[in-house]
């Protein structure tokens, strides 16, 4: 059940918003674990195998989080980081694309976040199990986070902050999320797709740039949409979400840049793989080292495939000349920096968008225009149907849109802009659902 | 705590109107695939009639009646008229002439100049009609447009070639059993069981020799007798997204392109679109403003899902339409082109059984005087009537690479069609007096003359 899916939106989060609200605020969490286990229960079409998968990494994460504070506590935490963590690699490696529960590559980084957090001694155990289901499983960063810090779920299960400024704040982040994702993702990825359509091997070099940019835009709108969505629903709870997106096409590295994109699993690799393993601290080779596992677990977390694989490799290859020598200069200039991290992002999503390394080196040699540029009728017949899109889309690339709002969010226009743009994302969705090549994907 | 876990409870319970409510929603999500699939009546199929329960059989069947001549009469019939079509000019029109789909209600009007019909194709139409009625007309056309290579391979002819050799044995000569026979066994039917199988397989054609055009192929065809790209100045392409593809990766010389993503018959008079040569234009406008020779229809991909009768509806109101506004235009139908196995599991009316009918639908709209329909189906379904899965990424558009085989096809199929001025005038004015008669003769030995003469001058 997707965020921006009718039955959300008509069906479960009102009645769900009903409950919570008019239960007393002591039952607060409980609702709220329920309501993350039907939504689950929805997301999944009650799927045995993705249930069972959650209860068994949930009581893994709960009975060995008790566990984990005790004398022998190094016997308990090993084990049950490996189970978590074999779990996924099982059904990535073996299983992958047909079987892998929704949302598990993230729940089971929230619960190995928790175990650690427990191991370390920076948190106390959870000893409710409602409350852990709730802060482990909650269902706005269940099935694509954020990941948040135990703590501070721990913090918000005892004592949510349930303020209509809250809700409100939270509603209209829920509507700008969806704007994103809707007017601007969803149909900013129809250029690439229609480039697979015909094959990429027989698109001119403009058209093959056009697809590789509003793929780029797709994914950031895409993903960002989602994430303030999640974090509106957060708020509408009571919850306070982490940020996934921090602009980051206004870094100058691509150092930064991940810092910045899908920062909360940037951070789970930070504190609980690169930082374990020495971090910067101990030289530049190992330092070196500790970068190349940790992008090379990020290529696999996104996925088996060897675009993914790609992805990562040319990833730690900026990251690691960035850290030698391209880190100063870069940050010195004003303008070059910005033009080095928009192609170098640009480019390295082409794997990860072709799926498969050979895929991706076609589309290459069409950037590159080996063999020529080839007819350009299909970039000037595309262009003029994505100009806006690619405005739209370049100008939300830029911190304006945030400060602009920074200054509306409080006054009855922003409310007045918002309510149109929630009836119009309604209407896209409602127009695309009945689209009978869309429909299948409902 | 107790109270804790009792709200559970409650919450839980509270939640089960939700579920109701969401059940009750997606209820007409699952429902209506099934509902598409009982709107399709069962009797509509022609291929069920002959009693296969098994789909491969049936389209195999329906396939054959495509292909092959439609009965072992109609090919005796044939077979003569071939062989002196093309040296005498009068045989020549005689074929022309002949308005394949003149049994049909519809096209009754149509039919002209019966009376050297009558003699070629007097008692063709009996055997097959109850299969395939809207086919008689289109198959012909069909047979034309696949004679043609299939004969005039020989020079190139290799040793893959067996079916084809098959082919063209079976219209000129119903002697060979398993061809002249459309009721038989299906498995057997075309022999296509084992060379299907063969050129289907060796798609990239190594040997560069494997020359057929039936169904099964997909894609291995050698263009002969086509016209070029001068043939197109004066013509339109009217489609959806396939045609877009062809717009854009295998544009043909000065001709007009009409389409875009999503077009159906429903909205192809409606829409506002631009291309090379006009902008902004409905296709009313379009042609109000400019006179075609040729106006190609490649629509219906969109439309499967929808209900038949009224896509149908839809589909012979727009050719009335274009009909309408350019008299003088040949109006050629294009089959909907099949799509791959992927595609169908998405929703089974992307499936062989039910492009088929539909085509058959389309094909029925022909009358091989105004209104032609070609079938690229030869060459770029597979011997179920499914797209091969390496042509295409979504199951239903090609790779672009192939599109200049799509091009050359289209080619090669309408250089059977007469576009000379003045094979229309006379079809306008003298169809109504004989129709009872047209629609029973006319339907299966109709070649255009160029076909003929193509096909005939290449037999060994």
């Not at chain 1, 016997?75 to 047909?98: D, Q, T």
């Not at chain 1, 091997?201 to 999640?230: H, K």
């Not at chain 1, 920062?263 to 080292?289: C, K, N």
């Not at chain 1, 870069?330 to 498969?356: D, K, M, N, Q, T």
Request: hydrophobic content about 45%; glycine content about 10%.
């Amino acid at each position: 059940m997707q965020f921006n899916s009718i039955q959300f939106i008509f069906y479960f989060l009102p009645v769900f918003l009903a409950v919570y609200y008019i239960l007393p605020a002591n039952f607060g969490t409980t609702v709220l674990a329920a309501g993350s286990f039907l939504f689950y229960g929805f997301a999944v079409g009650w799927d045995p195998l993705a249930l069972g998968v959650l209860f068994a990494a949930f009581f893994t994460a709960f009975f060995g989080g008790m566990a984990a504070e005790s004398e022998k506590r190094r016997w308990v935490f090993w084990p049950a980081v490996f189970c978590l963590g074999m779990s996924l690699v099982f059904f990535k490696l073996f299983l992958w694309g047909i079987l892998l529960p929704v949302g598990m590559s993230f729940y089971v980084f929230q619960l190995i976040a928790y175990l650690a957090d427990v191991y370390r001694g920076k948190i106390r155990a959870e000893r409710d199990v409602i409350d852990f289901f709730a802060e482990a499983f909650l269902f706005p960063k269940l099935l694509s986070g954020p990941i948040a810090s135990s703590r501070d779920l721990q913090k918000y299960a005892r004592r949510p902050h349930r303020k209509l400024f809250t809700f409100h704040m939270g509603l209209q982040e829920f509507i700008l999320g969806l704007g994103l994702k809707v007017v601007l993702a969803n149909r900013l990825g129809g250029v690439w797709a229609q480039g697979s359509t015909v094959g990429f091997e027989q698109v001119s070099t403009p058209y093959a740039w056009l697809a590789a940019v509003t793929f780029s835009m797709r994914l950031y709108f895409d993903f960002y949409g989602y994430s303030l969505m999640a974090v509106g629903l957060g708020h509408m709870v009571g919850w306070n979400l982490p940020m996934n997106f921090l602009e980051p096409y206004s870094a100058k590295t691509v150092s930064d840049f991940y810092r910045r994109w899908h920062a909360t699993l940037g951070r789970w690799f930070r504190d609980y793989i690169y930082i374990p393993l020495g971090g910067s601290r101990r030289g530049t080779a190992r330092t070196l080292l500790n970068l190349a596992v940790v992008w090379a677990l990020t290529g696999f977390w996104h996925g088996v495939g060897g675009g993914y694989m790609m992805w990562a490799g040319i990833l730690f290859a900026l990251i690691a000349a960035e850290r030698l020598f391209l880190k100063k200069p870069l940050e010195r200039s004003r303008v070059v920096c910005h033009i080095y991290l928009v192609l170098a992002i640009v480019l390295s999503w082409v794997p990860f968008a072709a799926g498969s390394a050979g895929e991706a080196v076609t589309v290459f040699s069409r950037l590159f225009a080996v063999g020529g540029v080839g007819m350009t009728a299909d970039f000037l017949d595309c262009l003029p149907k994505y100009a806006w899109l690619l405005a739209g889309g370049v100008l939300f690339a830029t911190p304006l849109p945030r400060k602009l709002w920074g200054k509306l969010q409080k006054t009855a226009l922003a409310d007045v802009f918002l309510f149109f743009l929630f009836w119009a994302c309604l209407y896209l969705v409602a127009t695309a659902r009945q689209d009978p090549f869309i429909y299948f994907d409902f | 705590m107790k109270k804790r876990y009792a709200a559970f409870g409650i919450s839980l319970l509270l939640s089960l109107v939700l579920v109701v409510a969401v059940g009750a929603f997606q209820k007409d999500a699952v429902l209506a695939p099934l509902a598409l699939e009982e709107d399709m009546d069962p009797a509509e199929v022609p291929f069920r009639l002959a009693g296969d329960e098994d789909l491969k059989a049936r389209i195999e069947l329906a396939r054959q009646e495509q292909t092959a001549p439609p009965a072992p009469p109609a090919a005796e019939e044939t077979a003569p008229t071939e062989t002196t079509g093309p040296e005498t000019a009068p045989a020549a029109t005689t074929g022309m002439e002949t308005v394949p789909a003149g049994n049909t209600a519809e096209t009754t009007a149509a039919p002209t100049e019966p009376s050297p019909g009558e003699t070629a194709g007097g008692q063709t139409a009996a055997p097959t009609k109850e299969f395939d009625e809207p086919l008689n007309g289109t198959a012909s056309d069909r047979d034309s447009a696949s004679s043609r290579p299939l004969g005039s391979g020989s020079a190139v002819e290799g040793s893959g070639a067996g079916l084809d050799r098959e082919d063209s044995a079976g219209q000129t000569a119903p002697s060979v059993p398993e061809e002249s026979d459309p009721t038989a066994p299906p498995a057997q039917g075309e022999g296509s069981g084992d060379t299907g199988a063969d050129n289907g397989g060796g798609e990239t054609a190594g040997d560069g020799e494997v020359l057929s055009v039936t169904p099964g192929t997909s894609g291995e065809f050698t263009p002969e007798a086509t016209v070029d790209d001068a043939w197109f100045d004066d013509a339109l392409f009217i489609g959806d997204s396939r045609t877009d593809g062809l717009r854009l990766y295998a544009r043909i010389g000065k001709a007009d392109y009409f389409c875009n993503t999503g077009m159906t018959v429903f909205t192809a008079l409606k829409k506002s679109l631009s291309d090379n040569a006009f902008s902004n234009m409905t296709l009313e406008q379009l042609l109000q403003s400019k006179t075609y020779g040729k106006i190609l229809i490649g629509l219906g991909i969109n439309e499967c899902g929808s209900n038949l009768d009224s896509v149908m509806n839809a589909y012979a109101g727009l050719v009335d339409r274009v009909r309408e506004l350019q008299p003088g235009a040949k109006v050629i139908l294009q089959a909907v082109m099949a799509c791959s196995p992927k595609k169908e599991a998405q929703n089974r009316c992307f499936g062989p059984e039910n492009l088929f009918k539909l085509n058959n639908r389309i094909a029925a709209l022909a009358d091989g005087v105004n209104v032609f329909y070609i079938n690229v189906n030869e060459v770029f379904a597979d011997e179920n009537g499914y797209l091969p899965a390496n042509f295409s990424s979504d199951g239903c558009h090609l790779y672009a690479k192939y599109y200049p085989l799509w091009v050359s096809w289209i080619k090669s199929a309408v250089a059977a069609i007469p576009v000379s001025s003045e094979a229309e005038p006379p079809a306008a004015t003298e169809g109504e007096t004989t129709d009872g008669e047209t629609s029973a003769s006319t339907p299966a030995p109709a070649e255009t003359l160029p076909a003929e003469s193509a096909g005939t001058e290449s037999q060994p």
